[in-house]
């Protein structure tokens, strides 16, 4: 794995070789920050942001958004494997300064974040979970979200969450088995 774009380009990412983790292949990745840069849907620069980065798991979507300018990442992983792989990485490239990492389960993170907002959440649940609606509600109700923010979510092809009554969808793209989910708190 690699970092695509920005001060960090070309840059590795370790992993975990496993079967509890799937890090987000830089193919998909490359087309999500396409998505946020070119899309006239999502107004959003990455530069300056700040990023709540859910499920992180070995981080390559938050340390992709550190390399392009992001101000700040808040990384939540309840994985003590991916969560310390993640820490090795944020070292290894001397961006540990730029992130905070919660080595927890997401909802047990929120009582710390009160006070945050944030511009682009990123969450990449396992396919599996069919509860992190109930997180991303929990977002919702907080207020963490700025004026100008946007969803990511990374799911399953086949999976079919709903977003009523949280989430206003604004588009929708599949790459192999994956579907990227991009949207607003309405």
């Known amino acids: 794995m690699r970092i695509i774009g920005g001060s960090l380009k070309g840059k590795t990412i370790d992993y975990l070789k496993n079967l509890n983790t799937r890090p987000l292949k830089d193919s998909v990745k490359e087309n999500i920050f396409n998505i946020l840069h070119h899309s006239k849907l999502i107004d959003i620069k990455i530069k300056d942001?700040?990023?709540?980065?859910?499920?992180?798991?070995?981080?390559?979507f938050g340390i992709e958004c550190i390399s392009r300018g992001a101000k700040k990442?808040?990384?939540?992983?309840?994985d003590i494997n991916a969560a310390n792989i993640l820490k090795k990485n944020l070292i290894k490239h001397s961006i540990a300064n730029k992130a905070k990492l919660f080595n927890r389960k997401v909802e047990?993170?929120?009582?710390?974040?009160?006070n945050e907002k944030f511009n682009?959440?990123?969450?990449?649940?396992?396919?599996?979970d069919k509860?992190?609606?109930k997180n991303l509600s929990l977002i919702k109700k907080k207020q963490m979200n700025?004026?100008?923010?946007?969803?990511?979510?990374?799911r399953e092809k086949k999976n079919?969450?709903?977003f009523d009554n949280i989430l206003n969808v604004l588009l929708v793209k599949k790459y192999g088995r994956s579907k990227i989910?991009?949207?607003l708190f309405n």
Do not use: Q, R, W
Not at 148 to 154: D, G, L, N, P
């Open 160 to 162: 079919l969450d709903n």
């Open 120 to 128: 682009i959440f990123f969450l990449d649940p396992p396919f599996s």
């Open 108 to 114: 047990d993170t929120f009582g710390e974040l009160k």
């Open 73 to 78: 990442i808040i990384f939540v992983e309840y």
């Open 49 to 60: 942001a700040n990023i709540l980065d859910l499920y992180s798991g070995i981080g390559s």
């Open 131 to 133: 509860d992190f609606t």
């Open 181 to 183: 989910i991009f949207g």
């Open 146 to 154: 700025k004026k100008k923010h946007v969803v990511i979510i990374h």
